[in-house]
């Protein structure tokens, strides 16, 4: 798939809002709309080391590759050449060829609840669909991300497995939960 591509437009707060497939030029913005969600992390008592801005960068590029190979579906929400929310889906290799793993989603948090997460799956899903020939899409997300699990859920994926008390965070254990959409084509 060509990068920068439109996929989708609306109207959002008065101003028209782009799904296209990234470019070189939007590492930057991908890059803060993600530092912006792992602030909003750091501040819930995630004390996980980050990646660091090169590594993204590299796995960013990387990426955008697939892109080119169809290996990858990546999208970004833009307004006024703004990055505001982003997504990745990537194709299962050999025997898992019919399958694809929703790997990363964020919406800048000053965009959330007003569609943009749902419109950035349902696109990108529709994209795997065409040029990965992806049939399921599985994805994993912890247990108390009742926002993004409510969000596959609107989107088609249902709970298919729970790995119970997966990672002790904030006083508390949380689960793992699996989740997959299947019978795409
Ligand atoms: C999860 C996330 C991507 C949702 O994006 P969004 O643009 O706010 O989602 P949408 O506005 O498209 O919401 C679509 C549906 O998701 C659900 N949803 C979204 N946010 C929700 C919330 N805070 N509480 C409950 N349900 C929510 C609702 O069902 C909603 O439909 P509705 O508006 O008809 O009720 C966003 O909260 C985010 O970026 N979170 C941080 C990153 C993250 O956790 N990513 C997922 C793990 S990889």
Redesign the pocket.
Known sequence: MELGKIVDSLELFDEEMIIRYPMEKDIEGILYVHKG?HEELLFEGDTRPQESDELVKKCLLEDFEGITKNLVVGLIAEIDGEVI?YIFIKKGRSSYFHTANLH????DRK?????????LINGAISEAVKNMQTTRIDLE?NGD????I??YQ?CGFEIVGRKKNWRYFCGKYVDRVTMVKYNLI
Do not use: D, Q, S
């Not at 990363?104 to 919406?107: D, S």
């Not at 965009?111 to 419109?119: A, D, F, M, Q």
């Not at 991300?145 to 993004?148: H, S």
């Open positions: 969600w929310g990363i989603i964020a919406v965009y959330r609840k007003v569609g943009v997460g749902e419109r997300t991300n009742y926002p993004a409510r969000l609107k």
